[in-house]
């Protein structure tokens, strides 16, 4: 029944090609050329090193994503516990082949790319549940207890290893992942509670496995002030960039929290408040309703697929990047904790754009091949 799935059915190179979501390709590229000339921004109108190397990436992982596209949806329910698995190899790889950067381990070398894997793994988690429920979902009643483990366990098996890196905001992410694909299956809303209860119940516990800066985030969250020219720096200018934009921002090039160097962290999962700065509440806007687009895209995808796989796929997918985009923004504005947490296409940084090319590249090819049954 599971085919390959590359150039194995009806439809040749030229059908496949022509049958591309041509909005969601214009959606990718107007994101991707924001975050262009945001990074040219943070080079301070030069095409410095983040400026070439992000537009390189960018080129690239775009590639990679029509390359991906062309594969049949049946193709990656094969390997979907294989290519989990990979990434669960790499992610203990970490520990003993990893490259430490800021007192934490998270990157191979690959000589080509420094890769997290940890990235990865927001995907592979999505493709090993949507596989898991897919099997599960014609006959048997998921909401079994004996039906969880596994599921569980690919959950949590990557986010004990994540955190040891350490790296608890990626750690919420998986797990985020995790659950939202979880919930998409149908399991009753009674394991969420009872999971709520566990989790808020263990938080004093938790806390004391902190490292001293995760602590340190926490309390500057709940009180930015406490230490203005330390740990709270960062979440104040962030702030004070955001607001200084006004409506229709100071105009490109013209931000002067970045440009004076008040904004560290600028051209990664701070990019959005340099956006923000020169561009308003209307650009910002603008990139808001490019990802609210683009997750509406994912759904129709989810939609529209006769393969049950490819549902659970895209809607998991789709959860996982609104995830990703809320806590970015909502970090980049104060309402939630500095945690390692990119916002998709915009964020320099290698790792998470192959994930997020990956992961729409899997997408485009379940609309491509939307009539095949799974």
């Known amino acids: 029944m599971y085919n390959r799935g590359f150039s194995t059915n009806s439809m040749s190179l030229k059908d496949k ?8 390709i214009l959606v990718v590229v107007l994101i991707g050329a924001i975050s262009v000339a945001s990074m040219y921004s943070t080079d301070k109108g030069n095409w410095g090193y983040h400026t070439i190397s992000h537009l390189y990436r960018l080129t690239t992982f775009f590639t990679f994503f029509i390359f991906i596209s062309l594969f049949k949806p049946n193709f990656w329910y094969k390997y979907a516990y294989f ?3 990979v990434i669960l190899f790499l992610l203990i790889g970490v520990d003993v082949f990893g490259v430490t950067a800021s007192g934490s381990k998270r990157w191979i070398n690959l000589l080509i790319i420094n890769l997290q894997p940890s990235e990865l793994m927001k995907v592979g988690v999505i493709l090993f549940l949507a596989r898991y429920y897919n099997r599960l979902s014609r006959n048997e009643d998921i ?3 004996k039906y969880l483990y596994q599921p569980l366990l690919a959950i949590l098996i990557p986010i004990f290893l994540v955190i040891a890196q350490p790296d608890l905001g990626t750690a ?3 797990a ?3 659950i939202m694909v979880l919930w998409i299956t149908g399991l009753k809303i009674k394991y969420f509670v009872y999971t709520g209860f566990i989790f808020i ?7 004391a496995f902190l490292k001293p800066y995760q602590k340190l985030r926490v309390l500057t969250f709940l009180n930015p002030d406490l230490d203005p020219l330390g740990a709270g720096y960062q979440i104040i200018q962030s702030k004070i960039a955001v607001g200084s934009g006004g409506i229709f921002g100071k105009g490109f090039l013209q931000g002067t929290q970045s440009y004076l160097g008040y904004l560290p962290e600028k051209h990664t999962d701070f990019i959005f408040t340099l956006y923000s700065e020169e561009f308003g509440f209307v650009g910002s806007s603008i990139l808001l309703l490019l990802y609210v687009l683009l997750i509406y895209l994912l759904i129709n995808i989810g939609r529209d697929s006769k393969s049950n796989f490819a549902k659970i796929y895209t809607y998991g997918f789709a959860s996982m990047l609104f995830i990703c985009i809320a806590v970015n923004m909502s970090m980049v504005l104060g309402l939630l904790p500095i945690v390692g947490a990119p916002l998709p296409i915009m964020s320099y940084g290698g790792s998470a ?5 990956f992961g729409l590249g899997i997408a485009m090819g379940c609309h491509i091949n939307k009539s095949d049954i799974s």
């Not at 090609?17 to 969601?24: E, T």
């Not at 119940?201 to 806390?207: D, E, K």
Request: aromatic share 16%; glycine share 4%; proline share 3%.
């Open 172 to 174: 919420l992410l998986i």
């Open 176 to 178: 985020s992942s995790g």
């Open 143 to 145: 909401n079994k207890v």
């Open 201 to 207: 119940a263990s938080l004093p516990f938790a806390i």
């Open 83 to 85: 290519i989990y698995f």
């Open 353 to 357: 754009m192959l994930a997020t090319m």
């Open 17 to 24: 090609l022509l049958s591309f979501n041509l909005k969601f």
